[in-house]
């Protein structure tokens, strides 16, 4: 029950898009404490609470260079909530195994 609540408050009101996102903020969202939601998400989910949030904001990216985003790579990890362009990068790199620009390369070949 709470990991779907989790899921919901993240996905609906995209709260991973904000940069200054804390567990405690998410936590009281939830109405349980920070440690309740770190050790939810450590025991249900195998990641940590940054992990998490970075793999939402991933897709959030992921789904903006699929659109043929006209935003620079930089303009799209600040929209989905990345402090800085090597944070976009080294978490895009992390969960997809390419850089920004090369995912969106492999995107254009195979819409040709």
Do not use: W
């Not at 789904?63 to 043929?68: E, G, P, S, V």
């Not at 989905?80 to 990068?89: D, E, H, I, L, V």
């Not at 992390?94 to 969106?104: E, I, V």
Request: glycine share 2%.
């Amino acid at each position: 029950m709470l990991l779907k609540q989790l899921e919901t408050v993240l996905k609906d009101k995209k709260l991973y898009t904000d940069p200054n996102l804390k567990l405690l903020e998410l936590a009281y969202r939830l109405d349980i404490s920070a440690h309740e939601l770190s050790k939810l998400i450590n025991e249900n989910l195998e990641r940590n609470f940054t992990d998490l949030i970075n793999e939402f904001r991933i897709e959030e990216a992921k789904q903006l260079i699929n659109n043929n985003s006209l935003y620079t790579m930089e303009a799209i990890g600040q929209q989905c909530g990345f402090n800085s362009k090597s944070a976009f990068y080294k978490a895009f790199k992390k969960f997809t195994h390419l850089t920004p620009t090369q995912y969106k390369s492999q995107e254009i070949g195979s819409h040709l």
